[in-house]
């Protein structure tokens, strides 16, 4: 299962650590975003540890990725954490994007991994890309896979 243990839990809106609250907050005025946090559907907090291979540790990547991850009615928001450094934010409008099973795709055969593929406009970037949001294969990751997929498809309705 590719270089990392992953792992998915399920937290209340309320419990998201208060720096990762901040750094979001501060994200959605930064872009005028409004009130994008008003209807929470689910939030999880994803962790990827890197598998230790060989004699020095398994290679390039991060070591740790914890993310924080609050999906809406209308929104998608990502506090990615790698290493223990800043926080890294991302916003996509459910609307704007298409969501795919990463065990799905083309690319699993090659480095099997669990998570989706997330392609789009995130609300800072001025191009379409996609981004593998990493989920663990266990209850709370496939649960969250179908949230995502179901609040997706609802958006473009």
Request: charged share 20%.
């Given at each position: 299962m590719g270089d990392y243990n992953r792992s998915t839990k399920e937290i209340a809106f309320a419990d998201i650590p208060a720096n990762v609250t901040q750094s979001?907050?501060?994200?959605?005025?930064?872009?005028?975003?409004?009130?994008?946090?008003?209807n929470p559907v689910m939030?999880?907090?994803?962790?990827?540890?890197?598998?230790?291979?060989?004699?020095?540790g398994g290679g390039a990547g991060p070591k740790l990725l914890v993310q924080t991850v609050i999906l809406t009615d209308r929104w998608l928001i990502l506090a990615d954490n790698v290493d223990q450094n800043a926080l890294y934010i991302k916003s996509l409008q459910l609307r704007d994007i298409t969501v795919e099973d990463y065990e799905k795709?083309?690319?699993?055969?090659?480095?099997?991994?669990?998570?989706?593929?997330?392609?789009?406009?995130?609300?800072?970037?001025?191009?379409?890309?996609?981004?593998?949001?990493?989920?663990?294969?266990d209850e709370e990751g496939e649960k969250f896979k179908s949230a995502l997929i179901e609040a997706a498809q609802n958006a473009k309705k």
């Open positions: 979001i907050n501060t994200y959605i005025e930064k872009h005028n975003l409004g009130d994008i946090l008003a939030c999880i907090v994803s962790t990827s540890e890197k598998i230790k291979k060989g004699l020095f795709s083309s690319f699993y055969k090659m480095i099997p991994d669990t998570g989706m593929n997330i392609s789009g406009i995130a609300t800072d970037t001025p191009e379409k890309g996609t981004l593998f949001l990493p989920l663990g294969k």
